[in-house]
DNA sequence: AAATATGGTTACACTCAATAATGATTATTA
DNA sequence: TAATAATCATTATTGAGTGTAACCATATTT
């Protein structure tokens, strides 16, 4: 047994340790997600949106008009996923959804004015929380991170 | 018809973009999670462990004898979700379950020859497929990503 | 016109993780 | 010491989140 808790060493908190797995990137990386994604669920707690719902709201303003589907693969997630999104935002009135008049399967997705403060408030709130949650990083180093994290998922470079 | 790239109408479906959202380092951080975690489940597919359940095994071997509790503060899950874990690899005869002497309501964690042996040619294929993932990054920028990741980690700087 | 493909929707299943309740054991305290 | 509280592992239940399959309406292809 490599463990030895007498009495003269009651339990120490750090004689178990994680550091096999930070070799792996991955494990790093999840655990970071894990601290943003707190971060951000934490800022949208006030506008009643979760992280999912802001990124799909998010995405409406800034593309006026986009099918649903293309939506959906933006956010690489399966349509049918989609469509309870899009039914909360509709219903809370932050987007508006009309056939596309070219393509009559097609929707048209926008943001309502209401929607487009929301999101406005919302990403201040996320900026505000995430720049918080990377305090320790510089503004430099957090460009710095974003920039490797886009390049792994460009994926391999083969 | 429905890609007209010549500049014949505004607004496409085709040339949506996310850029609003890269502003975001919870939205890289995510992409960029969602690829290693692929990766990684690929490189695992053929010893049967999940990414969950290899991390559970590679902590037990390098920490034999921790509790389950411990475990799951590591993992950062509750308790309860890990016994499932736990059944699995004794199940599979990778980690032994046996009592604490010391304190008979703990169980020590310990990994089997076999479980051993399986960790490492586990660790080997993900690391190789991690390393094909990020491809893109040198080994200095790979070092350097994971330093700005654990002092996200960290929590604020406060 | 008929067959095929695409877009949105619904229903179902599965994974992951949190919560609450329980039984066993240990620690605390009256 | 006896009674109470706290800790550990477990089970059952629940709720997100996501994928698959089937369905209907509309477009496209043959």
Redesign the pocket.
């Known amino acids: 047994m490599t463990q030895n808790k007498t009495a003269d060493e009651p339990e120490l908190p750090g004689d178990a340790s994680d550091l096999g797995m930070r070799g792996f990137l991955g494990y790093s990386l999840k655990r970071a997600y894990i601290v943003l994604h707190q971060a951000a669920t934490g800022a949208l707690d006030e506008s009643g949106l ?1 992280v ?1 719902s802001f990124t799909a709201l998010s995405l409406i303003v800034s593309n006026p008009g986009v ?3 293309r939506l959906a693969d933006m956010l690489r ?5 989609l ?2 999104i ?1 039914d909360e935002l509709e219903t809370r009135e932050l987007i508006s ?1 009309t056939r596309d008049p070219h ?5 048209a997705l926008s943001a309502t004015l209401r929607g487009r403060r929301l999101q406005e408030k919302a990403a201040a709130a996320v900026k505000a929380d995430e720049a918080r949650a990377a305090s320790r990083l510089s503004a430099e180093e957090q460009a710095l991170l974003v920039s490797l994290l886009e390049r792994i998922e460009d994926g391999p470079a083969d």
């Open positions: 979760k999912r099918a649903p589907s997630i399966e349509r049918s996923n469509v309870l899009i959804r393509d009559r399967r097609r929707f």
